[in-house]
């Protein structure tokens, strides 16, 4: 062995010797860097922990404090709320809630329970353990009684004791709409196993979106296949950009396969009100979202035809809303902008398809859900938000400041999801006031 050698292998070993001797006599005795490798040695502790207790989708990590909570209550529209979320312990929770957050009535529900044996879902998607589902689109009927969703499980009507009216053994999700006659309208979809003559290249099993309308009775009066609506008016190219020759591709922020089983994503069904005075839009119009393509269409129930159709200006949208006959408000979640990270409220003109971003958050209020949310315009002109993800309901003026807030807080550090605050007209809040 030559001496350069040697003097390289006995500087490695007296370099480690000095080291090691540092090192004990720094814990030893506590000197430098004994601190710095205890904090260190913590910080790795706290963050293989925090790796180790991964949370549930529906549950989220947070710094926030209920002492944060905003309640300006002098610039709030009255009026109690219902709330839909995933309380502690993966419950299912529906309650309503006055303005100061108590909560004034609840309902017991329980997925297990009120539908033990379904036997008309795919075997693929029967829950097997708590929470099983969430509710995702619910009303409060005239009596008291819940209308709500299993989200893609099924329709339910219970009353006000949580016993049940009915159920619908019907694929339903994300929305349940009550119109100004009673009848209820619903996103609905079919599970098709076989292969589709009127649908080619779709290749089963995929679900195909339908629009139902349902009495309060729980019947089915009326149905239709969103494909065939697109097709018939000419676009039937919208049913592949997502799943031609079965290639599936992956979101980023969703992490959703929109080819070969989700092709439309359906979240949203609502006819125009008769409340409103007519426009472009007039009474027997009905507003669809589709998700996956990010498209907003109008279309006449009885011809069928698409009067009005939205594109590309919105990413992965939610909950469009009718504001008058000329103008319609979504929920655009916006969740292709990371790392920006920031959804918007956005107003669309039917007379020239332009759009306006109404609300997108602030430094100091930051606004964003990758998947779900709704939003309520009020009557004071007030809107109040559903940033679901979040676990939060916020209602902002018209300048765009939050004057009130509800947070879903299940324990300290965790917040659940809340699936939509919807602000009660004044004859359902009558139902939930106690008598002075």
């Known amino acids: 062995m030559n001496s350069s050698k040697f003097s390289l292998i006995s500087f490695i070993f007296s ?24 904090e260190a040695t913590k910080g790795w502790s706290q963050l293989k922990e925090s790796k180790s207790e991964q949370l549930p989708w529906f549950y989220v990590r947070s710094s926030k404090s209920t002492s944060e909570v905003i309640k300006n209550i002098s610039q709030t529209q009255p009026g109690l709320s ?20 108590n909560t004034v009535h609840k309902w017991e529900i329980d997925w297990f329970e009120i539908w033990s044996n379904p036997t008309h879902l795919p075997e693929s998607i029967i829950p097997k353990s708590k929470p099983g589902t969430s509710i995702h689109g619910a009303v409060v009927m005239e009596n008291g009684d819940l209308v709500f969703n299993f989200e893609s499980k099924g329709l339910v009507r219970i009353n006000r004791n949580s016993e049940v009216v009915w159920r619908l053994p019907y694929i339903t999700h994300h929305s349940v709409h009550q119109h100004d006659d009673g009848n209820l309208w619903v996103s609905g979809t079919k599970y098709q196993t076989q292969k589709v003559d009127r649908l080619p290249n779709l290749i089963p099993p995929f679900y195909e ?22 097709r018939k008016n000419g676009y039937a190219g919208l049913l592949y950009m997502g799943s031609l020759n079965n290639e599936n591709t992956v979101i980023r922020g969703d992490n959703r396969l929109l080819g070969k089983t989700d092709i439309l994503h359906l979240n949203d069904v609502e006819p125009f ?3 409103l005075q007519p426009g472009f839009f ?10 996956n393509i990010n498209t907003v269409f109008v279309f006449n129930i009885e011809s069928e035809e698409i009067k009005f159709m939205s594109t590309g200006q919105f990413v992965r949208q939610h909950d469009p809303d009718f504001i008058d006959g000329d103008t ?19 107003i669309i003109s039917a007379k020239d398809n332009s759009h306006k971003v109404l609300f997108a958050g602030s430094k100091d209020n930051k606004f964003y859900t990758r998947v779900m949310g709704k939003h309520q315009w009020q009557p004071n002109g007030n809107l109040l938000i559903t940033e679901s993800m979040s676990g939060r309901g916020f209602e902002i003026d018209r300048q765009g400041k939050v004057v009130w807030e509800y947070i879903n807080y299940v324990e300290p550090g965790v917040i659940g999801v809340v699936s939509e605050v919807q602000r009660l007209s004044p004859e359902s809040t009558e139902l939930f006031t106690p008598a002075e």
């Open 15 to 38: 370099s480690a010797f000095i080291v090691f001797n540092i090192g004990y006599f720094a814990r030893e005795f506590k000197f430098f860097p004994y601190q710095l490798y205890t």
């Open 82 to 101: 219902l709330v839909t979320e995933i309380g502690a312990d993966s419950s299912i929770s529906a309650k309503i809630i006055d303005l100061e957050g």
């Open 209 to 230: 979106e339908t629009i139902l309308e349902v009495s309060p009775e729980g019947k089915i009066l009326r149905e239709w296949y969103v494909a065939d609506i697109l």
């Open 273 to 275: 009100p008769t409340n």
């Open 282 to 291: 007039q009474p027997g119009d009905v507003m669809l979202s589709l998700r």
């Open 328 to 346: 319609i408000s979504v929920f655009d979640n916006n969740n292709a902008s990371e790392p920006e990270r920031k959804s918007k409220i956005t």
